[in-house]
């Protein structure tokens, strides 16, 4: 059984880039969450996406950031025109029932 | 939004020693989850805990719920090296799955 699935692990972007992050959720699942962690805090939840749906994007940001779950393929987390603040480590997860299963991670550095 | 809390933010035992670590919220929940993230890792589920439950064990773990003052504890029994990593509560204040999390306790255990 593979779990939660995402790449790159990490990535280096300068600032104005854009950086796209990818989840594979564990296979069964169609719900994806996506959480950011700051250094030294806890996760933050940012957007739930169902294949091809928009579930809850209550707590990403206005500007520069987007997500989709298309009917094929991964969830992608996409942040245009990086800043340093942008800097983080990006998790994805699915569930079953209560318990949401966590990807490893995509630590993004902008430069 | 509610969020956990954690407190102690961090923890040095002997092995063999307990860890207890507790996490207080905000507003009505439907469930807490305890995780574990190990440096540089992603988070592990360790345990949950639903609003209609008191206690709940999982092997060397177990999880006190007080909804009257809105808290939660987290022990680690036994600890061993390995237990070393941080330790987050999350709450889920409408079963939907999206998960509010505290900052973290650090846990080291000393062998």
């Known amino acids: 059984n593979a779990g939660v699935m995402q790449n790159p692990r990490h990535l280096v972007r300068r600032r104005g880039q854009e950086a796209r992050l990818r989840c594979s959720p564990m296979?069964?699942?169609?719900?994806v969450y996506w959480y950011r962690q700051l250094p030294e805090e806890g996760l933050k939840f940012m957007v739930y996406?169902?294949?091809?749906?928009?579930?809850?994007e209550s707590g990403m940001p206005k500007e520069r950031f987007s997500a989709e779950f298309p009917k094929e393929g991964p969830s992608i987390l996409r942040i245009q025109q990086v800043v340093r603040g942008d800097s983080a480590a990006y998790f994805c997860a699915s569930h079953r029932t209560d318990t949401q299963y966590f990807g490893p991670g995509t630590r993004l550095t902008v430069l | 939004s509610q969020q956990g809390e954690e407190d102690p933010q961090a923890l040095s035992i002997q092995e063999g020693e307990n860890a207890t670590m507790n996490c207080s919220y905000k507003?009505?929940?439907?469930?807490l989850q305890w995780y574990r993230q190990n440096s540089g890792r992603g988070l592990v589920h360790l345990i949950l805990i639903r609003s209609n439950e008191r206690e709940k064990h999982s092997g060397r773990l177990r999880v006190t719920l007080d909804t009257s003052k809105k808290s939660s504890s987290l022990l680690i029994t036994a600890s061993r090296a390995a237990d070393t990593a941080s330790y987050f509560c999350?709450?889920?204040?409408?079963?939907?799955?999206?998960?509010?999390f505290g900052k973290g306790n650090q846990v080291v255990v000393i062998p």
């Open positions: 999350a709450t889920d204040a409408y079963g939907n799955n999206r998960l509010a």
């Open positions: 296979k069964g699942h169609s719900h």
């Open positions: 507003t009505s929940i439907n469930n």
């Open positions: 996406l169902q294949k091809e749906n928009i579930i809850d």
